[in-house]
């Protein structure tokens, strides 16, 4: 597996809010990664942090965080900006935070590209859209150049969006829920395309998303996020066979047979909600939550194995869990 991009120990703040607290994450060349976790567990800030886009005022620190063995920490923005859109781009639950909605789309699909490569012409750039928004299932794409946001659908937006995020080829793509906003038809048909998109070109996804059915079909492995930590990551079949964290457990918990995920299926639902941790908290965060919590979660979380590439963070190793600490 050869590894695209790093997140080792990122931290992102808020003020007093600690939204990611030591999250890891490796997303390797050509896979299509899920990151999945209730709301408000730091997925977005995640993905926001990677991409160099937090708002003003958040504090970011990470032990690595490397796209194609670059380090993006001490990255000027401008050199950020660069790699935007270029060779890893980002896609948004709701299309309007990308697309301007006084622009057509074909000038912003241009833009796109004249940007990052000075060196195109005009006539190339509109080829590339026409192409793009033809691979995205788009009919009539040079009439569709012509027409602003506004004028698309809420699934030709997505089509549209997803069209200007691979102007220029990137080989990370970064979809933060992309099709919850959508009715369940087109979110197939969006998903469907996101996968083909995925084999044909080789490139590699992050895939934020809710929806259990879409993990077991489309993702080639699970990270698991829980309160601004990865709890568990995993080959997909590996997870849904033989989930480890506690809290994986719990999300997984209304799927009757690994495998057999119904389309539609939501993640399940745990008794309370994802606590605010407050600074200088120690152990485990879900502890207050675990039906197996026991004095010892207060302390520091060891990170065990649980197999190939199968890793998850939990104080008791309780006897499902058969598993080792990993040596540090
Ligand atoms: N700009 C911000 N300012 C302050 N807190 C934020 C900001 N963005 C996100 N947060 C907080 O960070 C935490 C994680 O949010 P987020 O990454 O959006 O969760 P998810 O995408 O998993 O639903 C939440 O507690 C949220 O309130
Ligand atoms: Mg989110």
New binding site residues.
């Given amino acids: 597996m050869s590894a695209l991009l790093e997140v080792a120990g990122l931290h992102v703040r808020?003020g007093e809010?600690a939204?990611v607290r030591g999250a890891s994450l490796v997303v390797a060349r050509g896979e299509t990664h899920c990151l999945v976790?209730e709301?408000?567990?730091?997925?977005?800030?995640?993905a926001l942090a990677v991409m160099g886009l937090l708002?003003r005022g958040?504090r970011r620190a990470a032990e690595r965080l490397a796209f194609a063995g670059q380090d993006l920490r001490d990255l000027s923005d401008r050199a950020m900006s660069r790699l935007r859109g270029d060779r890893m781009a980002m896609i948004f639950q709701e299309p309007m935070t990308s697309l301007n909605p006084s622009y057509t789309i074909g000038s912003q699909m241009t833009e796109v590209l004249r940007r990052h490569r000075p060196g195109a012409t005009r006539a190339q750039a509109v080829d590339r859209a026409v192409e793009l928004l033809g691979r995205v299932g788009i009919t009539a794409p040079g009439m569709r150049l012509g027409q602003y946001p506004h004028q698309l659908s809420g699934g030709l937006r997505q089509r549209v969006m997803i069209a200007m995020a691979l102007m220029c080829e990137p080989e990370l793509l970064i979809a933060d829920e992309p099709t919850t906003a959508l009715d369940v038809t087109v979110q197939a048909q969006i998903l469907r395309l996101l996968a083909g998109l995925q084999r044909d070109l080789g490139l590699a996804i992050l895939l934020i998303t809710h929806d259990l059915g879409i993990v077991a079909r489309v993702a080639h492995r699970v990270s698991v996020?829980y309160a601004g930590e990865v709890v568990e990551s995993a080959p997909t079949a590996a997870l849904f066979a033989a989930p480890r964290h506690p809290y994986t457990r719990g999300l997984l918990s209304c799927v009757p047979v690994p495998g057999k995920v119904r389309r539609d299926q939501p993640l399940g639902s745990i008794p309370g909600v994802v606590p605010r941790i407050p600074p200088g908290f120690a152990g485990c965060a879900f502890r207050d939550r675990c039906a197996h919590a026991r004095a010892e979660c207060s302390g520091d979380v060891p990170r065990r194995a649980a197999g190939p590439e199968h890793e998850f963070l939990c104080t008791l190793a309780p006897d499902w869990a058969r598993a080792e600490p990993v040596a540090a």
């Fill in positions: 808020f809010v939204a976790g709301s408000g567990c730091g997925k977005s800030v995640t708002a958040a996020m």
